[in-house]
């Protein structure tokens, strides 16, 4: 199932599909390492929900809800 990396919860783990968004911002994300097969796991969201955590690759990044609007992901079961 590919959703929004947005709509995932804690504890979740994903597999990035793809990055929607061009110019500038996708240029910026895919250089934090998020393209197309990086395994993640969302470790924490802020307590307004926004920014979400993941681990990924050995670090933790931060991305704000608008950020991962842009992220389609498959969830693992």
Same mark, same amino acid.
């Given at each position: 199932?590919?959703?929004?990396?947005?709509?995932?919860?804690?504890?979740?783990?994903?597999?990035?599909?793809?990055?929607?968004?061009?110019? $500038?911002?996708?240029?910026?994300?895919?250089?934090?390492?998020?393209?197309?097969?990086? $395994?993640?796991?969302?470790?924490?969201?802020?307590?307004?929900?926004?920014?979400?955590?993941?681990?990924?690759?050995?670090?933790?990044?931060?991305?704000?809800?608008? $950020?991962?609007?842009?992220?389609?992901?498959?969830? $693992?079961?």
């Amino acid at each position: 199932m590919s959703v929004s990396l947005r709509s995932m919860a804690k504890d979740q783990k994903g597999v990035v599909v793809a990055v929607n968004v061009r110019g $500038e911002l996708g240029r910026r994300i895919r250089d934090m390492g998020l393209i197309p097969g990086t $395994e993640f796991r969302i470790v924490g969201r802020a307590p307004l929900k926004d920014p979400v955590a993941l681990r990924m690759k050995g670090f933790t990044l931060t991305l704000r809800n608008n $950020e991962a609007d842009f992220i389609t992901v498959k969830v $693992e079961d």
